[in-house]
């Protein structure tokens, strides 16, 4: 189960660093294009856009996954090692619940616009594949503060410490 749990772990990161590398592309495509030539296309600046949603929730299942996340942990530092593990734990199931709400209404979402038949102006993608990120990833994002308050591992921060 591990050697699943690393290789998809390896997928999502070498997916997020080609989309990041796409988006990059996209961006200095854009701008060499507007500035030399003159031409600008809907599309490019359409793409940058969507693919900016799938990486935005893409890469925050991942920083859950790593600890990499701000958190204001003045309080907690201040508690004893087993209440501040149990406060956590507390929050960890708090956060994976919220991300289940946003999951839930970013489904609604989706099959809204599949209901409806919904595209994209410039590029023509149906407009729930450009959404459906945001409730896979929510969904992602909520396993992995479940996990993280089963096993609470150290944020990176104390890592070091």
């Not at 960890?92 to 994209?120: C, D, I, P, T």
């Not at 149906?126 to 909520?142: K, T």
């Not at 992995?144 to 609470?152: K, M």
Request: proline share 4%; with cysteine; net charge positive.
């Amino acid at each position: 189960m591990q050697r699943i749990l690393a290789r998809l772990n390896r997928l999502e990161e070498l997916t997020l660093t080609l989309t990041l590398l796409g988006l990059a592309v996209v961006a200095f495509v854009q701008v060499c294009t507007r500035y030399t030539v003159g031409i600008s296309f809907d599309w490019f600046e359409e793409g940058g856009r969507f693919l900016g949603v799938f990486v935005t929730f893409l890469g925050a299942s991942i920083g859950v996954r790593r600890g990499a996340h701000f958190s204001m942990d003045l309080l907690l530092n201040s508690m004893p090692p087993a209440v501040a593990r149990g406060m956590r734990g507390i929050i960890a199931v708090f956060s994976g619940s919220v991300f289940l709400l946003v999951a839930w209404y970013g489904m609604k979402l989706v099959l809204r616009n599949h209901r409806f038949e919904v595209n994209s102006a410039a590029i023509g993608v149906p407009m729930w594949l450009v959404y459906l990120p945001i409730p896979l990833f929510s969904v992602l994002i909520a396993l992995r503060f479940f996990a993280s308050a089963r096993g609470l591992p150290k944020p990176a921060a104390e890592k070091g410490a």
